[in-house]
């Protein structure tokens, strides 16, 4: 897992609202959530990442939660024009477990960066920074974020997270598709499920 971020990543420093506003104007067009496209090629983070795993995890895998998100957006609608809250109760895990794997792999996409695009460096600047003075340098981030991977039972989410009221960063587990929401923005995540590697 540490040549994957090591050759793979480029861990940004990203402005506590710009993320949002930019998976929000990547993935909804009129109310429905859409397979956002890649800015790169399935080979083109090959030997870490294999072209064609690559393919099913976003073409296959993510789609199918994008058309479960969207199918439980229609119910609830409907539940909701018919005031029927038992049905609008029972559908929250739907939109919780599909939007949020929705929501989880467009910022994975993101964060995916080709080295022909600058992937595979290190962080600089305010982030790398903030590695240095929080975690002990680049190598320590490593080390506790494959740490909490392996913690992970079942599947999950890996996160380096930024407290949206101090502006300190973090690392959080999730579990299953749970999105990074509430007092932390999402920087970095990695997916921990088989399909991901």
Do not use: C
């Not at 795993?53 to 993510?62: G, P, Q, Y």
Request: hydrophobic share 35%; net charge neutral; proline share 5%.
């Amino acid at each position: 897992m540490a040549s994957i971020l090591r050759t793979s990543f480029t861990l940004r420093a990203i402005k506590p609202s710009s993320s949002t506003a930019k998976l929000t104007s990547l993935t909804l067009i009129r109310g429905k959530a859409t397979l956002p496209d890649l800015k790169y090629d399935y080979a083109a983070l090959e030997p870490s990442i294999s072209g064609q795993i690559m393919e099913l995890h976003h073409s296959k895998h993510h789609q199918t939660y994008v058309n479960s998100y969207n199918a439980a957006s229609e119910k609830l609608a409907e539940a909701q024009a018919t005031s029927n809250i038992k049905e609008q109760i029972a559908l929250q895990p739907l939109i919780n477990f599909h939007g949020g794997g929705h929501t989880n792999h467009t910022l994975f996409w993101e964060n995916l960066v080709p080295k022909s695009q600058g992937g595979g460096t290190p962080p600089s600047g305010e982030l790398a920074t903030a590695i240095d003075s929080t975690f002990g340098g680049y190598d320590a981030l490593k080390g506790k974020f494959n740490a909490a991977l392996a913690g992970l039972q079942g599947s999950g989410w890996v996160w380096l997270v930024r407290e949206k009221e101090t502006g300190n960063i973090g690392i959080k587990s999730y579990a299953n598709q749970d999105p990074v929401v509430g007092a932390f923005e999402p920087l970095l995540g990695i997916d921990a499920w088989e399909h991901a590697y």
